[in-house]
């Protein structure tokens, strides 16, 4: 008799609100997802919040653009991307901290993640970096200006742990982690 009564209720006020023309659900734009191999299934589920990762270390500066070919292929032109080997990291180090010693990052466990702006000379910093369904994602903050990108980009970049990440999410795009 009451589930009778509480569908009746859950009919009337499903009905009411078709009648009355208030909208129902939105429906969303579906984010961007990364590629995903053949039977991969999910790990996370529907709904969960993404894990905040630890952030080992974080630099702030200025990168000159005649040095961004020594970025890891492909990550040249993306707003961000990852260091994974101490080769390409001391490379990089040496363009955007001329003079300063490279600091010790342990490749083995942790990658170097880094952002900027590609278009315009807005300081970056990260604030926080997370981790969902094997995708890391990197916030942070960032002025905002309208000085185009000449000679140097303001860059940002962090030590994170890199396990359980298959790919960074960089703007529209993700970029496979090896």
Do not use: C, H
């Not at 880094?114 to 942070?140: P, S």
Request: charged residues 25%; hydrophobic residues 40%.
């Amino acid at each position: 008799m009451r589930t009778q009564a509480l569908t009746r209720w859950v009919v009337a006020l499903t009905l009411a609100g078709l009648l009355s023309g208030i909208p129902g659900p939105r429906v969303l734009a579906k984010e961007p997802s990364p590629p995903r191999s053949r039977g991969e299934a999910k790990t996370a589920p529907a709904g969960a919040l993404p894990a905040t990762v630890t952030i080992v270390k974080k630099w702030d500066g200025e990168f000159p653009v005649s040095a961004l070919k020594k970025l890891p292929r492909g990550q040249q032109k993306t707003p961000g991307g990852y260091i994974g080997d101490p080769g390409t990291f001391a490379d990089v180090w040496k363009s955007f901290k001329p003079g300063e010693k490279v600091p010790a990052v342990d490749f083995g466990k942790n990658m170097v993640v880094f952002t900027r702006n590609v278009k315009f000379y807005n300081r970056k910093a990260i604030t926080k970096v997370t981790l969902l369904d094997g995708i890391m994602e990197v916030q942070g903050v960032e002025t905002v200006t309208s000085v185009p990108v000449t000679n140097k980009v303001a860059m940002a970049m962090a030590e994170v742990p890199r396990r359980g990440v298959r790919s960074l999410r960089a703007g529209d795009k993700f970029i496979s982690v090896k």
